[in-house]
């Protein structure tokens, strides 16, 4: 534990914030997806609720691990032969 020396010359131990997440903490990523899947979103298309950790086909954000899942899912509409449908975002 650290000790901070006040001004009036008495000790108090300081306090670290336990809200904030360490980047070059080795627990980060799993804290990380944790704290995703906890928050939960509505999607007006789907009209289903999805987390943020994994999220619905029309709320894919731009990186490589979304992308392969948007190919994946695209694959698959086109290998079922189901009409074709437009998949891009419609909100923010």
Do not use: V
Not at 39 to 56: G, N, R, T, W
Not at 59 to 80: G, N, Q, T
Request: charged share 40%; net charge positive.
């Amino acid at each position: 534990m650290k000790w901070q020396k006040l001004a009036n010359g008495k000790w108090r131990p300081i306090r670290e914030p336990h809200d904030k997440m360490n980047i070059k903490d080795p627990d980060f990523e799993r804290r990380r997806m944790s704290k995703l899947r906890k928050l939960f979103l509505y999607c007006d298309i789907c009209h289903e609720k999805y987390s943020l950790a994994d999220p619905c086909i029309h709320h894919l954000s731009d990186s490589p691990d979304h992308a392969e899942k948007y190919k994946r899912h695209k694959a698959l509409l086109k290998k079922s032969g189901e009409p074709k449908q437009d998949e891009t975002q419609q909100r923010f």
